[in-house]
């Protein structure tokens, strides 16, 4: 009898292991960086039983932060699992800033990550290859980043979702946040913040349909203004968009609060357009 109720006992664990999603660790080459930066690659249980195609989250994290951020703090395998979806948490770098330096060819992070991590992407996975299975969501330099790089991009992605995103780039002047390196010192280089800020880029998307959140902490010195900014911009070009401001400021209580409502909305837009 003991031997016939330890074999049930142990054959649901064993099921229930097997279908758990998948976390890959991955390196992903640049011609457009020094280094070849990894990657967090994360599966739907399903992904290994079939042989269906799957749209992709890219999901960037932060100023000062690296691809392994997100799922320090959150179970990402969840979130593949109840949306059937690829989540990848590429590396935006230290203060990439998830943009193509005009001063540091050695920084090309919005080129690396729209480029050559989603070619990476599509032919080591089964993915959605279009624009239409493709979005974008990140905290802070990387809700920056999101934004940014659909207005770049419009023809690599079709949503974006920014939390408590730096939407217009002088909120960071500050010399620790690295943008100088990147476009200039602010006073002398003006046109250069303006022109990378997303409260510029987002005019490119007037012509486009495309998803778009904007969620922000009320508390949040950095972002709020920036946010709201581009919140009265989108009414203005009667740009359609979600947007949000809640009790809180900027950190991962915030952000870690925020994901999933972020990726409810992205799986809305994946299964309506």
């Known amino acids: 009898m003991y031997i016939r109720i330890l074999i049930i006992l142990i054959i649901p664990v064993l099921f229930i292991t097997a279908q758990a999603a998948r976390q890959d660790t991955v390196t992903i080459s640049s011609k457009n960086l020094p280094e070849n930066p990894s990657a967090l690659v994360f599966l739907?249980?399903?992904?290994?039983r079939g042989t269906s195609t799957y749209p992709v989250v890219y999901l960037l994290h932060g100023w000062s932060g690296s691809f392994r951020d997100w799922s320090d703090h959150v179970d990402l395998r969840k979130y593949v699992d109840l949306y059937q979806l690829i989540i990848v948490c590429p590396d935006g770098g230290y203060a990439g800033w998830y943009l193509d330096s005009p001063l540091r060819n050695e920084s090309q992070y919005a080129t690396y990550i729209a480029v050559e991590v989603v070619a990476f992407i599509d032919n080591t996975?089964?993915?959605?290859?279009?624009?239409?299975?493709?979005?974008l969501c990140g905290l802070s330099m990387g809700g920056y980043g999101a934004v940014s790089l659909l207005g770049s991009f419009p023809d690599r992605f079709c949503v974006a979702a920014s939390i408590s995103g730096v939407?217009?780039?002088s909120a960071?002047?500050?010399e620790k946040f690295g943008l100088n390196?990147?476009?200039?010192?602010?006073?002398s280089n003006q046109h250069l913040w303006e022109t990378y800020s997303c409260i510029s880029l987002i005019k490119n998307l007037q012509n486009h349909k495309?998803?778009?959140?904007?969620?922000?902490?009320?508390?949040?010195?950095?972002?709020i203004s920036g946010n709201r900014t581009l919140?009265?911009?989108?009414?203005?070009?009667?740009?359609?968009?979600d947007y949000y401001e809640r009790p809180g400021g900027h950190s991962w209580s915030y952000w870690v609060n925020a994901l999933p409502y972020h990726l409810l909305y992205i799986n809305n837009y994946?299964?309506?357009n």
């Open 172 to 174: 960071a002047r500050d």
């Open 210 to 223: 495309k998803g778009l959140i904007l969620d922000c902490g009320v508390a949040d010195k950095l972002s």
């Open 181 to 187: 390196q990147l476009i200039g010192q602010y006073q």
């Open 270 to 272: 994946f299964s309506e």
């Open 231 to 241: 919140h009265q911009i989108l009414i203005d070009l009667k740009i359609d968009h």
């Open 125 to 135: 996975y089964r993915t959605i290859s279009g624009p239409e299975g493709r979005a």
């Open 44 to 48: 739907p249980d399903s992904y290994d």
């Open 167 to 169: 939407m217009n780039l």
